[in-house]
């Protein structure tokens, strides 16, 4: 069983940066890949970012590529999302998810997910 817990939401404008960072309960954290993923009102949740287990590979929507970043590290059981740039089409809640599989997550089948935190970017 994982739990995971988002943070570092908030209100920003364009252009701002912003971190997202979610913690993980359990001691297989490094066993798991881990992605993000972002709902907007209205819209179906989307895919955003994932890290594989080791911190060495990462696939990221088009939309974000260039400007989000996501990274792990193992060792505090955390995985980050370093938003740059943000646009006011980026404002969602998003989620943080695990999974065992890299290309599941790819996929938005997700064994874990968090509760969400707000991301609110204005114009």
Known sequence: QVQLVESGGGLVQAGDSLRLSCAASGRTFSSYAMGWFRQAPGKEREFVA???????GTYYA?????RFTISRVNAKNTVYLQMNALKPEDTAVYYCAADRSFIAIRR?????WGQGTQVTVSS
């Open 50 to 56: 994932v890290i594989d287990w080791s911190g060495g």
């Open 62 to 66: 088009d939309s974000v590529k260039g």
């Open 108 to 112: 938005g089948g997700c064994d874990y």
